[in-house]
Structures are given as structure tokens and as C-alpha cells.
């Protein structure tokens, strides 16, 4: 496999040599809240603005054809990118939160009644516990919860054991995004369906970073946001398996999502439309169909390779400062490392390294309940994307010690 040309490719980013924080180069280990994009993408919404934009579906002209094409070419890229069977299962929603929100209201609304269980994971994203916990509090169901070890690992006989005739769902992130954890989501989908019970992964820190086959998982839903693939905000992708899907209701009513109205019944538009009312984020899901298509001809296998070998590099250089705690050990870990500096506060840590140029996210990571399970209000956490370098892990290493010393 050849590797990567990083510093080419960083040639893609305009921010990355175009802004200057403190009058320093730009360090961006941001990516987990949220990737840059590349002029790709940038210039394909553009073009798609300029010259391609009406609305989509319902149109005889030209315009509105364009716009069509250029939307459903998306969802095929988005398709071939998660190798899901057809583009009928590639939903567009407005992020992962609202995937998941419309699989706990179409789907969990339906499905899960009083004193059925849930089971969710202890390192899930608020956006993976909050919609299951209203609806358990709407049907008077529970959430059991998968514990999760020292290094950040779940407990997998733990899980297994939670499994009983009441259980409806599994919700899991794909990738832990407070500490970096890769689950073994193929596994514990085979527990689970060894059950009957479907699964949703939540895969919001994990499809820019390694190949996601969904076919391969055998999941039945999974949850991906555009603005943390080098796509725009305000687009994401829900996957559900087509025979799900169908017998799923419609969250959100509108047009688009009909087949036929009137005051007394309403029949609903076939997989995916009906669970797209109204006119969608056209331009976003454009600019997502350009973002999957870069990272595909970048390679995922190299980008992750790239990724790993910048999160060995950043976990031996920073686990070397002394009062340096690194959380999340797991043994195998996406390019994530939460820390803390001795009792420094990480908003601190945060804005210490802003003043060197270098941008991390500090607090809770929306992830309240695995801070707590660590003991710690937040941490401070530096994310790779592939276009970071050596260079920027040996700057990052030099602004934490630097912090370390200055409280000393
Ligand atoms: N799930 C995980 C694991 C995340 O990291 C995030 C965002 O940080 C989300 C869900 C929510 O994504 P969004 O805010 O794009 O809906």
C-alpha cells in the first residue's frame, strides 16, 4: 500500500495554510467536533449554487432536474461509500442527532412498550442516550447499560448478559468519541441479533476514519454526520436495512414524504422519501456526495493507517510528560487522545494551546455519564484527521509541556 502525500493533500484545505491564530500556524485537532473541508467540496457546492440549485423532485424544468440528479447522485455516492444494498436505505437527515432521533420516534415508538429494556453503552454520545431515555420515559421502558473497563474497553460478557425477552434495541457508538474506543461492533451485533434484537450503531466518529461496510457489520441502522466527513453541517445519513425502514413510521409529515393526501387518510411516499418531508438540505447532501467521494479516492485503508501511526506518535509523546493522564487506553483506538495536565482545569489547557495556534475541544465531550465514570468533570482532547503531521503532534507535545511546567 503507498502511503499517503500529506503535505499534498493539506494543499486541499485552504484553512490549514490560510489562517493564523496568534500570528502561528493553525494546528487543527478539532476534527472529532468537527473536519475541515477540502476545495473539492467547497467547489462543488459552489458549482451545485451557482448553477445546478432549484428544488428537487417535484419540477418539469431543467433546473429542478439538475438539482434531482445532483441530489440523488449523492445518496449513491453516500451508498457505495458505506456499501449499503441500495440507495433506497440511505436516508438524508439533518446529522447523526436526527438520525437517531427519527429511529427512536419511527421505529422506537412503535416497537418498544412499558417494561421493555434498551441497552445503550456507558461511552455513548448524549445524542445516542437522550431521544431513548424520552422514549423510555414515553413508554415506561428502561435503558440497561454496558459497563465499560479502566482502558476504556465495554465489558462484553456484561453485555451478553443483559440480553433477556424485553430487550427491543442496542445502541452503540461505532467510535467513542470522549476516549477514542473502536467497539467491536461486528461482534456484539451478532450477540445481538443471536437474540432477535436489532442494532443501531452510531457511527458519527467513525466513518471518516476506517472502511464502514454496513453490509459486512450487519447492522440495521447506522448514524453518520457530514460535517465530521469533510462535508458541510447541517446533513447526515441515516442507514437502515430496506425491510426496517419500510415497516417504520414517518417522523416528520410534510410534503415529499406522500403519495396521496386528504382530510381523511394520508398514503406514504416509498423508502427514502418517506422519511423526507419537506425540502431537504439539497446543497448539504451535495456537498456530502463530493466529501465521501475525496475520501474514497484517498483511500480509507491509508487514511487510517496515517491516522494510527499519528496516534502512536501523540500517545508516546504526551503519556512522556509528566502529570500527564491520558483517558481512554483501549487497545484499539481510533487518532483520539483525552487527557488532563496534573489538576490543570482542560478550559485552561484549552486556551493555552489556542495562544500556540493549536485547537483541541475541552469539557465534557457531550458525553457526561463516561466523564463521570472516569471521575473527571472534562478532559482535554486532541483529534486527528490525515492531513495532520508529525510536525503538529511534536507542537502539541511542546504547548502541553510548556502548560505543565507553567503550573508546576
Ligand atoms: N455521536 C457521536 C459519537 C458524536 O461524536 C457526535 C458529535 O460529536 C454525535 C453523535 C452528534 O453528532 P451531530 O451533532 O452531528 O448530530
Not at 476504556?152 to 451478553?160: N, S
Not at 417504520?248 to 394520508?266: A, N, Q
Not at 469539557?363 to 495532520?388: E, I, L
Amino acid at each position: 500500500m503507498t502511503m499517503l502525500d500529506i503535505e499534498r493533500l493539506r494543499g486541499d484545505f485552504p484553512v490549514l495554510d490560510q489562517v493564523k491564530v496568534n500570528g502561528r500556524d493553525l494546528v487543527y485537532l478539532d476534527n472529532a467536533a468537527s473536519s475541515q473541508m477540502p476545495r473539492q467540496v467547497i467547489d462543488r457546492i459552489a458549482r451545485y449554487q451557482s448553477l445546478e440549485h432549484a428544488n428537487i423532485h417535484r419540477g418539469v424544468h431543467h433546473l429542478s432536474d439538475a438539482a434531482t440528479t445532483a441530489y440523488e447522485s449523492a445518496r449513491s455516492s453516500v451508498r457505495r461509500f458505506i456499501n449499503a444494498a441500495e440507495d433506497r436505505e440511505v436516508i438524508f437527515t439533518s446529522g447523526t442527532t436526527d438520525a437517531i432521533n427519527l429511529v427512536a420516534h419511527g421505529w422506537g415508538r412503535a416497537c418498544v412498550g412499558e417494561g421493555d429494556e434498551i441497552i445503550l453503552s456507558e461511552v455513548e454520545h448524549h445524542a445516542n442516550i437522550v431521544p431513548w431515555q424520552m422514549l423510555c420515559e414515553e413508554k415506561g421502558a428502561r435503558i440497561r447499560v454496558i459497563p465499560v473497563d479502566d482502558r476504556g474497553e465495554l465489558d462484553l460478557v456484561a453485555y451478553a448478559s443483559l440480553f433477556n425477552e424485553r430487550t427491543r434495541l442496542v445502541g452503540i457508538a461505532h467510535v467513542s468519541n470522549a476516549l477514542g474506543t473502536v467497539n467491536p461492533v461486528r461482534e456484539m451485533i451478532a450477540t445481538a441479533h443471536a437474540h432477535g434484537v436489532p442494532v443501531l450503531v452510531d457511527g458519527a466518529q467513525a466513518v471518516a476514519h476506517e472502511v464502514v461496510d454496513v453490509q459486512a457489520l450487519d447492522c440495521d441502522f447506522y448514524a453518520f454526520s457530514g460535517h465530521k466527513l469533510y462535508g458541510p453541517t447541517g446533513i447526515g445519513i441515516l442507514y437502515g436495512r430496506a425491510a426496517l425502514l419500510e415497516r417504520m413510521r414517518p417522523f416528520k409529515g410534510g410534503g415529499d414524504m406522500i403519495l396521496s393526501v386528504s382530510f381523511e387518510k394520508t398514503t406514504y411516499n416509498i423508502i427514502p422519501h418517506k422519511f423526507e418531508a419537506g425540502t431537504p438540505p439539497i446543497m448539504p447532501a451535495v456537498g456530502l456526495g463530493a466529501a465521501v467521494e475525496y475520501l474514497s479516492g484517498l483511500g480509507l485503508a491509508k487514511v487510517a493507517a496515517w491516522e494510527q501511526s499519528l496516534l502512536a506518535y501523540g500517545t508516546e509523546r504526551l503519556s512522556a510528560i509528566q502529570g500527564v493522564r491520558i483517558i481512554g487506553t483501549a487497545r484499539h483506538k481510533a487518532a483520539v487522545i483525552s487527557f488532563n495536565i496534573a489538576d490543570v482545569h482542560p478550559h485552561d489547557v484549552g486556551s493555552l494551546l489556542n495562544d500556540e495556534g493549536i485547537a483541541v475541544r475541552t469539557g465534557h465531550h457531550c458525553a457526561q455519564p463516561v466523564m463521570k465514570r472516569y471521575g473527571v468533570p472534562a478532559t482535554v482532547r486532541a483529534s486527528f484527521a490525515f492531513y495532520n503531521t508529525r510536525a503538529e503532534v511534536d507542537t502539541l507535545a511542546g504547548a502541553v509541556d510548556k502548560i505543565r511546567r507553567l503550573f508546576e
